[in-house]
């Protein structure tokens, strides 16, 4: 067949790419690399899944990730859109700016010993349960601490409920009422940009105080842009280090040798940073890159990708490729060459990195020394994936301490 015609892909691997997205990304890259899926009444949807394409394509400037371009796309809440991962220079870079100084790695370091104090909080007080849910005992509660520190929102806010409503607006389908949803949503927006206009809203890095400011005084943003930024952060600053806590303990569990070299004392120079890398490629919570569009023709192995239509960068597929990772497919929480894309490529790439590998790098050897032996409560292919448009990551990681 010739290689701009490809087949679909067989029809158990689409059925089951929530569950296990792997085997269907496999295909993808060897018999589709360009994957075109037109639909009736909406832009054609464009995958891609090869290494060297996704990471080209992270740098292209004839992709916009402004949803503008395409007509009736509407990717997210209403009024919430205007945000650094939806624009485009000068936007984007303007946008960027404001953000970034917060996130830099000299000053997400000094955030350890509190992670470390919240982690052994968390886990102080599933010392003696038999059951334990590692997502919602932990993983989430922890890193929406953390975002919530950087942005400063103030303790009653910092709530479990808080957090539903956040997940709730990107989990389609899952929520019973999607206007009560996008009330809450925007109710909460107010509260903690009212508070920090009025002085009350809560200390720590302060993030959102300085954006606030930086709107009032010098019309560095608009609005909705503060709005938009300060949802995009509370969100994509724990629903992704959530899942690289969720999905990484699965892999260390079905890994039981390498997880005990990491729960070690002194596990070797090194070895936790690129054990969390590992994590971050084995199983990556960004599964697919976010919102881009062609702006302009692009050409890709015989295919024409047309101006307005939409492209999905398959990151998960990509740090598994073949030709670019020895034995992909093997866990190797030792590997030196490991050049992944978990956190993007080029001018969007990952604001957070800092400190999503921080907390990874305190949560995993924490977590493997004081759980104890563990053990899935149920067997791993009866595990719940959320329904995600992007993220990849557990609803729950249900575990039970072995006797
Ligand atoms: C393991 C955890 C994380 C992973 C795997 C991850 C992954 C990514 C990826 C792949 C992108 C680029 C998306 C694209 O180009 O389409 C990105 C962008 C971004 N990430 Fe993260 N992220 C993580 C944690 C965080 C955290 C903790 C924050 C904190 C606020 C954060 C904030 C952002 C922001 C604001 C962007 C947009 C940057 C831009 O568009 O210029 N991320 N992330």
Redesign the pocket.
């Known amino acids: 067949m010739p290689p701009h015609v490809p087949a679909d892909p067989p029809a158990e691997l689409v059925a089951a790419r929530l569950r296990d997205p792997y085997p269907y990304f496999a295909w993808l890259r060897r018999c589709a690399p360009a994957h075109v899926e037109r639909r009736v009444g909406r832009p054609a949807l464009w995958q891609v899944s090869r290494y060297e394409d996704v990471r080209a394509l992270?740098t292209d400037t004839r992709l916009s990730?402004h949803p503008g371009r395409v007509p009736g796309y509407v990717p997210g809440p209403a009024g919430l859109n205007r945000?650094?991962?939806h624009?485009d220079p000068p936007d984007?870079t303007r946008l960027?700016a404001l953000?970034n100084s917060a996130?830099v790695p000299r000053r997400i370091a000094l955030l350890e010993p509190f992670i470390t104090r919240v982690a052994h909080r968390l886990l102080d007080r599933i010392e003696h349960s038999v059951h334990v849910d590692l997502i919602a005992d932990f993983a989430a509660p922890l890193?929406f601490r953390?975002?919530c520190a950087?942005l400063g929102v103030p303790g009653r806010l910092d709530t479990t409920a808080t957090r539903e409503t956040l997940m709730s607006t990107i989990a389609p389908g899952t929520s019973t009422d999607a206007a009560r949803t996008e009330r809450d949503l925007h109710d909460l927006l107010d509260a903690l940009i009212d508070g920090k206009r009025s002085g009350s809203g809560g200390s720590g890095v302060d993030l959102l105080g300085a954006l606030v400011r930086a709107g009032d005084e010098s019309g560095a943003m608009s609005e909705e842009e503060l709005r938009s930024t300060a949802y995009?952060?509370l969100l994509?600053?724990?629903d992704?280090?959530m899942?690289?806590i969720g999905n990484g303990m699965l892999a260390l569990l079905d890994h039981p040798e390498q997880a005990a070299r990491l729960a070690a004392p002194d596990p070797g120079p090194g070895f936790v940073a690129s054990a969390v890398e590992e994590l971050?490629r084995y199983d990556?919570?960004?599964r697919d890159?976010?919102?881009?569009c062609a702006a302009a023709p692009i050409e890709l192995h015989g295919q024409v990708i047309g101006a307005g239509e939409i492209v999905s960068?398959l990151?998960g597929s990509a740090n598994r490729d073949g030709e670019r990772f020895t034995e992909p497919d093997r866990l190797d929480l030792g590997r030196t060459a490991n050049e992944h894309?978990?956190?993007?490529?080029?001018?969007?790439?990952?604001?957070?990195?800092a400190?999503?590998r921080l907390?990874?790098a305190v949560a995993f050897p924490l977590l493997l020394r004081r759980l104890g032996p563990v053990q899935l409560a149920k067997p791993a292919d009866e595990l719940c994936w959320r329904p995600a448009r992007v993220m990849r990551g557990l609803v729950a990681l249900p575990l039970v301490r072995r006797a």
């Open positions: 992270l990730k945000h650094l991962v624009a984007h960027r953000v996130f890193t953390m975002i950087i995009l952060l994509v600053g724990h992704t280090t899942n690289l971050l990556s919570p960004v890159a976010t919102f881009r960068l990151i894309l978990a956190f993007g490529y080029g001018p969007h790439f990952c604001i957070g990195a400190l999503a907390e990874g």
